[in-house]
């Protein structure tokens, strides 16, 4: 024997989407825009990492070894 399901009532409509955002849903994405878009009109101020040469010896031996 099926139990019946119970469905809640639907809200009532008022004929409009009523969805608040909280404060931080807008300003993040702003922000993280604003950032890059300062990172990409500034590039002198953008360095490439340098790799400390220990680090890419341990790269190229464990390349080597996996390559056997």
């Known amino acids: 024997m099926s139990a019946p399901t119970h469905t809640p009532p639907?809200?009532?409509r008022?004929?409009?989407v009523d969805i608040r955002l909280p404060w931080w849903a807008l300003a993040l994405p702003v922000l993280a825009?604003?950032?890059l878009l300062v990172l990409i009109l500034d590039?002198?101020?953008a360095?490439?990492?340098s790799a400390d040469p220990?680090?890419?010896q341990l790269f190229e031996r464990?390349?080597?070894l996996m390559a056997r």
Do not use: D, L, W, Y
Request: aromatic content about 4%.
């Open 54 to 56: 220990a680090i890419t």
């Open 33 to 35: 825009f604003g950032t």
């Open 14 to 16: 008022r004929g409009g």
């Open 62 to 64: 464990v390349q080597q």
């Open 47 to 49: 360095h490439a990492a």
């Open 10 to 12: 639907h809200p009532a």
């Open 43 to 45: 590039p002198a101020e």
